[in-house]
C-alpha cells in the first residue's frame, strides 16, 4: 500500500493565533477528516504536536518530492 506523501501549508493569517503560527510559514499538515467537515484543518508544529485552526488561514502547497523530503528534515532537525 502506497503512503500519502505529507501535506504541507503555508500561513496566510495568523491573527488570534500569534503565539502559535508564524506568517508565510510552511506547515506540514496531517489528516483528519472530521476536521475538514468543518473546515478546519490539522497543522503539526515544530515539536510535533497538533492543532486544529480554520482552514482559511492557509494556502496549500504541492512541492516535488526531494523538496518535501528536505522540508521534512528541516523540520525534524529543528
Known amino acids: 500500500m502506497k ?10 493569517k495568523t491573527t ?5 503560527l ?13 476536521a475538514a467537515k468543518d473546515d478546519l484543518v490539522r497543522v503539526i508544529d515544530e515539536s510535533g504536536d497538533d ?6 488561514q492557509f494556502a496549500f502547497v504541492e512541492f516535488p518530492q526531494p523538496v ?6 528541516l523540520q525534524r532537525a529543528g
Do not use: H, M, T
Open 16 to 20: 488570534g493565533n500569534e503565539a502559535s
Open 3 to 12: 503512503r500519502r506523501p505529507p501535506q504541507f501549508a503555508l500561513s496566510l
Open 51 to 56: 492543532y486544529l485552526f480554520a482552514r482559511k
Open 22 to 34: 508564524i506568517l508565510g510559514k510552511v506547515y506540514r499538515i496531517g489528516p483528519d477528516a472530521g
Open 68 to 73: 518535501r523530503r528536505k522540508i521534512l528534515a
